[in-house]
């Protein structure tokens, strides 16, 4: 499995475990359900954009329906 991973671009955490295993606070389980429920993403802005674009996802930043006026 690890060839399919790269190397961290930064220092991995020391208590990267526990912050992954860990749980979401009220308020971040909060934030990512009206994320997924009104807009569909999570995240800064710049980064959500600049990730669809290195992934071939920018067609997922347009508003989902008709456009407006059609």
């Known amino acids: 499995m690890s060839a399919f991973l790269n190397e961290w671009p930064m220092e991995r955490p020391k208590d990267w475990i526990e912050l992954v295993n860990g749980s979401e606070t ?3 389980l909060g934030d990512l359900r009206l994320s997924r429920r009104v807009i569909g ?3 800064n802005e ?3 954009i600049r990730i669809a674009k290195q992934l071939g996802f920018e067609w997922t ?3 989902r329906g008709r456009p407006k006026g059609t």
């Open 61 to 63: 930043m347009n508003s």
């Open 26 to 28: 009220d308020t971040e």
């Open 41 to 43: 993403r999570y995240g």
């Open 46 to 48: 710049n980064w959500v």
